[in-house]
T-cell receptor, first 114, second 113 residues
Framework: NAGVTQTPKFQVLKTGQSMTLQCAQD?????MYWYRQDPGMGLRLIYY???????DKGEVPNGYNVSRLNKREFSLRLESAAPSQTSVYFC?????????????FGSGTQLSVL | AQTVTQSQPEMSVQEAETVTLSCTYD???????LFWYKQPPSRQMILVIR??????QNATENRFSVNFQKAAKSFSLKISDSQLGDAAMYFC??????????FGKGTRLHILP
């Protein structure tokens, strides 16, 4: 019972390279999220998916694309990485609309863009 | 623009004392929950406490309690009998709309022995 699994845990890219961050959950939640965490900025929502096949922009979507092909997986793609995208990326699943709901987070991906 | 505001980037408290972390928010939801998460150096995100907005009673979880002022859209976290293990980043979170959950910038809490 892994919960939320993110891969990779660490990645170094050169400016202009592309990569995809993978996220998978085995908690049967409909909602999934991608956040980035930067010092002094907290967690900022990049993209959100309410269900399979649907996605919606968050606070800072520029430079990113996402894909929700099935209920379990929600990937984040950087088409042309920039140094400003150096950050820690968190995937999360869950919600808030009922008493027992909360967000469950992956362990994060430390991404450096040189 | 973020609509969850934590005005205290850092705070320090003496071990065994009480500290209050502030949070204000703005949401278009009529019925919602609010959250405080703790992030220790391990980077793990841990739910500390959750408040249901339609409940008048403030939530409590052992040494953690909230002061929820719905009209003022204020949601502060009180930590009593502070312990060294409470040292962490604390994030307040609120649903913006349509299930999007937004976090504040965080407060780094130091516990002084």
């Amino acid at each position: 019972n892994a919960g939320v699994t993110q891969t990779p845990k660490f990645q170094v890219l050169k400016t202009g390279q592309s990569m995809t961050l993978q996220c998978a959950q085995d908690m049967n939640h409909n909602s999934m999220y991608w956040y980035r965490q930067d010092p002094g900025m907290g967690l900022r929502l990049i993209y959100y998916s309410a269900s399979e096949g649907t996605t919606d922009k968050g606070e800072v979507p520029n430079g990113y694309n996402v894909s929700r092909l099935n209920k379990r997986e929600f990937s984040l793609r950087l088409e042309s990485a920039a140094p400003s995208q150096t950050s820690v990326y968190f995937c999360a699943t869950g919600g808030w609309r009922t008493t027992n709901e909360k967000l469950f987070f992956g362990s994060g991906t430390q991404l450096s863009v040189l | 623009a973020q609509t969850v505001t934590q005005s205290q980037p850092e705070m320090s408290v003496q071990e065994a004392e009480t500290v209050t972390l502030s949070c204000t928010y703005d949401t278009s939801e009529s019925d919602y929950y609010l959250f405080w998460y703790k992030q220790p150096p391990s980077r793990q995100m841990i739910l500390v406490i959750r408040q249901e907005a339609y409940k008048q009673q403030n939530a409590t979880e052992n040494r953690f309690s909230v002061n929820f002022q719905k009209a003022a859209k204020s949601f502060s976290l009180k930590i009593s009998d502070s312990q060294l293990g409470d040292a962490a980043m604390y994030f307040c979170a609120s649903p913006l709309r349509d299930d999007k959950i937004i976090f504040g910038k965080g407060t780094r809490l130091h516990i002084l022995p």
